[in-house]
């Protein structure tokens, strides 16, 4: 058994909605039955008895090892702590290998489960031992290293329960809400809108207390100094007991509270100088220690942080008595659980000494021994949460606090016996203002009612009926996608909007080429809503990322579905039927919004049969107005879009919206077929966005399909009289479009310079010439530069095959190179002929034609 590939599937799938990761699994004769591997089931579950019953639900085939390879490595997951629950294994066309696809949350995670499933099921094989509680603790501390920490995974989740999309930007707490202009950004508890500026003076402890000063806000006295003999100096000054922390620290890291002696103070400051050279000293106000948790202009929480301590009862150790504490399953180690182990150094040893005790100390019962004097959460501290006690003076001084410092959401750390009084009546203070301040002691504080403070932050950060989502359409199909992108971008275009669109030409934004080459995958859509300047999206969604990563976005409010054609890479990824293919493509309709419409081309079965997969709404489009499912689809009160003589409708029930094929440059009269269904499919997702009748009228009279608006898409040019159109028609069924297209185009000679893809298959590329064979006079047949896979000469001879029995096409040639081919073309017109370029380097030939019509003139 051999995992030969491994693929992320970041977005919605073939398979689910879910992250995933799919594998292909090659198994031996054996290995594709349990049934020949005699005690192989049974050892498998010895090793691991929560492996599960290796059958999914519906499915009656053999079970194999690539089943076992599923089932182990999603519930290594779910044993590790990973809510997943999706998997399948999928037999393919090569006997012995399997497609076997697992939910994962973690990628890395869900990588090393594949590999530790394999080991699982190579050890029960060979009878060898497996280590499963190993194996799970490696996966449990994996996905805690992997996964968001407590206080941006409470923000994350809020988002979510807001339908909010969001996307993690970094392995770290880096990460991005919404969509293209509407996007906001956090990293870990700190928001966008907070300026490097206020996150300088938060780390700067002195300024920070100078500006509180000025506003009013009590804080202790204190003064920065750069060694241990000028500390002592400023401790005595102020008058002990004292505080020292590192000027510019957080999260508590070497901050010491209480200190009352010399040695104390010596051992403390070479602490706090691990973290920063300089030391602020600080008088030490007595009394309790409180977090204030301020979000904008509100306190939205706050907990009573008590130092990690020890209770003895008469019989353990304080070492012992600490790992008892530790062993509570809150306990981890850094930030990802509620609470955090305590560890043992130097200040453990020093407080302990001022309170009479070592670590071996026998700890009498009912004593409590203080092991930090700081009680910050990520040193071991606990906490409790006090938001509703406190009063409304304790909570405008630390608002007044945050607001000071200018930070969005700030940790305001305070000191007095009660924040049920106000801070001047009992001598407290304002000791520090955080800010990315930890939300773990208020999401799961150790006592009292947890707070979601993170349902708080993506309130402040988003209105109440914003979702940070910017419209989104979605166009899959064998033929047509890149003109129905350019012209849905080009209508939404007029409404103002600043469009981001990919095709397989490049990434546009408002009209600017960002990226070249073939843009329509996942990669590119997610680059386009990352970019700030993009209000609306139209994505080119081709089936090779789909299968390759999923899609770029979780859901679409229009997905279109412009046809579903015989030759569109059928044979590869184990794709072999244009209904395997049909489901591919139908991965966009999936994934519409409940709110939103899946534009359906009526006149293809296998592109209809979506509808019923659609969340949403359905728009069908045909142009036979007779077509069953058009009227259906209209009698229902439902909307449609026909051609009706020399006019388009748009019809919602009884109601109708009439539009001139006169009026639409690109379908050329109505003339060129293929143009009017890209055009009738660009208005129902115009019409599904709500863009009003006028605006679409004048998009769609004003949209030209030329070089620099649709390279490569039935672009015309006249040579010397002649007309020549070049196209990047590639499949039979796109092959049969530009025939019927051009027979409607008056000529005296028809010649056509023609390759073929070598990913094709053999039956395709000979189908595709025995269609031109029948419709040109004369064949110009030239080799792509890239063979895909293919021997030289391999392609010519299989376009050789297809013109065999050609009706039509008498003189043809064979040429070594595009251009080339091109001009050979060229010198056979005379004025009133016609020649068809399939073209093959799109940009290159295009420039080489465009050159060569540019000389001819006069």
């Known amino acids: ?198 996150e300088s003076i938060a780390q700067d402890k002195e300024l920070t207390k100078q500006l509180l000063n000025a506003a009013g806000v009590p804080v202790p006295v204190g003064r920065v100094v750069d060694n241990v003999e000028d500390g002592w100096k400023a401790a005595l000054e102020i008058g002990l007991p004292v505080v020292t922390k590192p000027f510019d620290g957080n999260q508590g890291k070497g901050v010491t509270v209480n200190i009352t002696s010399r040695d104390h103070f010596d051992i403390v400051f070479a602490v706090a100088q691990e973290f920063s050279q300089y030391v602020m000293i600080e008088k030490f106000i007595s009394g309790n220690d409180y977090r204030m948790l301020v979000v904008g202009d509100k306190l939205v929480a706050a907990a009573q942080r008590d130092p990690p301590h020890v209770l003895g009862d008469g019989v353990h150790t304080v070492l012992q008595l600490i790992d008892i504490v530790n062993s509570d399953p809150r306990r981890g180690e850094g930030h990802a659980t509620s609470l955090t182990k305590i ?144 012209l849905i971008a080009h209508l939404i275009d007029q409404t103002g909007k600043r469009l981001g669109m990919t095709t397989t030409d490049g990434v546009y934004v408002h009209g600017e080429r960002i990226d070249t080459g073939d843009c329509s995958g996942p990669k590119s859509a997610k680059n386009v809503l990352m970019h700030p300047e993009v209000d609306a999206a139209v994505f080119e969604t081709a089936r090779g990322g789909v299968l390759r990563e999923g899609l770029g976005f979780d859901r679409c409010d229009v997905a279109v579905v412009t046809n579903i054609g015989e030759g569109d890479h059928l044979g590869l990824n184990y794709i072999t039927t244009v209904e395997e293919l049909a489901v591919v493509k139908r991965v966009i309709v999936q994934n519409v919004g409940d709110t939103g419409t899946a534009v359906l081309n009526a006149i293809d079965p296998n592109v209809v049969k979506m509808a019923s997969a659609c969340p949403g709404h359905i728009i069908f489009f045909a142009s036979d107005p007779h077509l069953s499912w058009i009227v259906a689809h209209r009698a229902q009160g439902k909307r449609v879009i026909f051609r009706d003589g020399p006019v388009l409708v748009a019809a919602e029930g009884h109601a109708e919206e009439r539009i001139e094929l006169a009026g639409i440059p690109l379908t050329r009269n109505g003339a060129i077929g293929f143009q009017v269904e890209n055009t009738m499919a660009s208005i129902a997702a115009a019409w599904a966005l709500g863009i009003d009748w006028n605006t679409i009228r004048i998009g769609l009279a004003s949209f030209v399909s030329d070089i620099g608006t649709a390279p490569g898409r039935f672009n015309l040019f006249d040579y010397r009289g002649a007309t020549l159109i070049a196209d990047y028609g590639h499949n039979p069924d796109a092959i049969q479009a530009l025939v019927n297209a051009i027979e409607a185009l008056p000529a005296s000679q028809r010649w056509i310079v023609i390759s073929g893809a070598g990913d094709r298959r053999d039956d395709d590329i000979r189908r595709q010439a025995e269609i031109l064979g029948g419709a040109f006079d004369g064949a110009i047949l030239y080799q ?75």
């Open 343 to 486: 560890r043992i150094d130097n200040i453990t040893h020093s407080r302990l000494a001022v309170q009479g005790y070592t670590i071996d100390s026998l700890l009498p019962k009912g004593a409590r021994a203080v092991l930090r004097n700081n009680a910050n959460l990520s040193t071991g501290g606990t906490a409790t949460d006090v938001t509703d006690d406190v009063h409304p003076e304790v909570a405008a001084r630390a608002i007044a606090a945050a607001q000071m410092v200018g930070i969005d959401i700030a940790g305001v750390d305070l000191v007095c016996e009660n924040v049920g009084r106000p801070l001047e009546k009992q001598s407290g203070g304002i000791v520090e203002v955080n800010a990315a301040p930890g939300l773990r002691m208020h999401l799961d504080p150790s006592y009292g009612k947890g707070r979601d403070v993170g349902k708080v932050v993506i309130d402040t950060m988003f209105a109440p009926d914003d979702n940070g989502r910017i419209p989104v359409v979605a166009v899959a199909g064998t033929n047509g996608k890149t003109t129905t992108v350019r």
């Open 784 to 858: 792509d530069a890239c063979q895909r896979g293919r021997a030289d000469g391999e392609v010519l001879a299989l376009l050789q095959q297809g013109l065999v029995n050609a009706s039509r096409t008498k003189q043809i040639e064979e040429i070594r190179g595009e251009f080339l081919a091109i001009d050979t073309a060229l010198t056979k017109l005379q004025a009133g002929d016609l020649c068809l370029i399939l073209v093959d380097q799109v940009e290159e030939a295009l420039a080489h034609i465009t050159q060569r019509v540019t000389e001819a003139k006069p």
């Open 1 to 198: 058994m051999e995992i030969t590939r491994i693929r992320a599937l970041r977005g919605p799938n073939l398979w689910s909605r879910h992250t995933a990761l799919q594998a292909l699994v090659h198994c031996d004769e054996d290995e594709c039955s349990f049934s020949r591997l005699p005690g192989f089931e049974a050892r498998i579950r010895a090793r691991f008895p929560l492996i599960g019953a290796m059958r999914s639900i519906g499915y009656e085939g053999e079970i194999s090892v690539a089943h076992a390879i599923q089932f182990a490595t999603l519930n290594l997951q779910a044993q590790a702590g990973c809510p997943v629950s999706f998997s399948r294994t999928a037999p393919t066309t090569e006997v012995g290998t399997y497609q076997v696809v697992v939910e994962y949350t973690e990628e890395a995670v869900g990588r090393r489960a594949f590999e530790l499933a394999k080991s699982l099921c190579d050890a029960a094989r060979h009878d060898q031992p497996f280590d499963l509680d190993a194996a799970i603790k490696e996966l449990r501390d994996l996905d805690e290293d992997e996964r968001l920490g407590p206080s941006t995974g409470s923000i994350v989740n809020a988002a979510v329960a807001r339908d909010i999309p969001y996307r993690r930007l970094t392995s770290g707490s880096l990460v991005q809400f919404g969509w293209g202009s509407k996007q906001r950004r956090i990293q870990a508890a700190e928001i966008d809108s907070t300026s490097a500026i206020a």
